[in-house]
């Protein structure tokens, strides 16, 4: 009888009937469900990580008009569920800091079930959105929105983003830049890896297309210096791809270092 009560009681707070009103003699007459808003947002994030993020979005959505609902309240003077009974400037304050953490926190699990869904337009417009909160933590949403324009293969934009956090932080480079410049220069070590698996053709393509996407900072000494013995090893042709690289770096470069000279020339 026990194990049956407590599956009703989970399913009547699922349907949201479990309410405060429900138990008067212990609550005094307060309004509201009993089921918190961890909860909840745990029985929205439920189905993504079952394989359903559909309906994740859906619920989270949900959630997140409720929440907005309830801070339009706040501010036109009601309660959270538009009772104009008065409450006190400071309790108000509290409300607004507390449902504010809590969009912020429901969009972020958004995020979470759009990158599943690949759905990046959506996980970029509201990393900007929360970028442009204030208060928000800058620095690590930029480098986020950074990682995110990687995935893209946009990488000038990951390097704007990723600038802009650093700019942001200030000061010496911490773990958070290390790693973002680490990702930056990852398509050089993925040109590395196709040549020793075989791959010289797709290796040559994924350096290519790195400097072809962003060529002031993909003009680099490791990258070309790569690029280069790629070039020697595909076929005799090399000499005249090499050429264009020089032209390359003459043109977004003032200089280049002496061992790349001797590459080219080589």
Not at 43 to 49: C, K, Q, V
Not at 191 to 207: D, S
């Amino acid at each position: 009888m026990k194990i049956r009560n407590q599956k009703l009681v989970f399913l009547a707070v699922i349907d949201g009937k479990f309410n405060f009103q429900f138990y008067p003699e212990m609550y005094g007459g307060r309004p509201g469900s009993i089921a918190s808003f961890s909860f909840r947002l745990l029985l929205a994030e439920l189905p993504m990580h079952c394989g359903k993020p559909k309906e994740s979005l859906t619920k989270l959505f949900n959630m997140l008009a409720t929440i907005r609902q309830m801070l339009g309240n706040l501010k036109q003077g009601l309660c959270e569920d538009g009772n104009p009974m008065k409450i006190s400037d400071s309790d108000r304050a509290d409300s607004l800091r507390l449902w504010n953490g809590r969009e912020v926190r429901v969009m972020h699990s958004i995020i979470n079930c759009a990158l599943a869904l690949k759905d990046y337009e959506l996980a970029m417009e509201l990393l900007g959105q929360l970028c442009e909160r204030d208060g928000a933590p800058k620095h690590a949403l930029l480098s986020a929105l950074g990682r995110l324009h990687l995935q893209l293969g946009d990488i000038s934009g990951a390097e704007v983003c990723f600038s802009e956090a650093a700019e942001v932080k200030g000061g010496p480079p911490g773990v958070r830049e290390l790693v973002d410049r680490g990702l930056l220069s990852i398509l050089n070590n993925m040109g590395v890896c196709l040549l020793y698996g075989g791959h010289l053709k797709e290796a040559i393509a994924v350096l290519e297309s790195a400097i072809a996407s962003n060529p002031v900072h993909a003009l680099h000494e490791s990258l070309l210096l790569n690029l280069c013995t790629l070039y020697d090893m595909e076929s005799s042709k090399g000499r005249m791809k090499k050429f264009a690289l020089l032209r390359q770096i003459s043109r977004y470069q003032a200089d280049a270092p002496t061992t790349i000279l001797e590459k080219l020339y080589g």
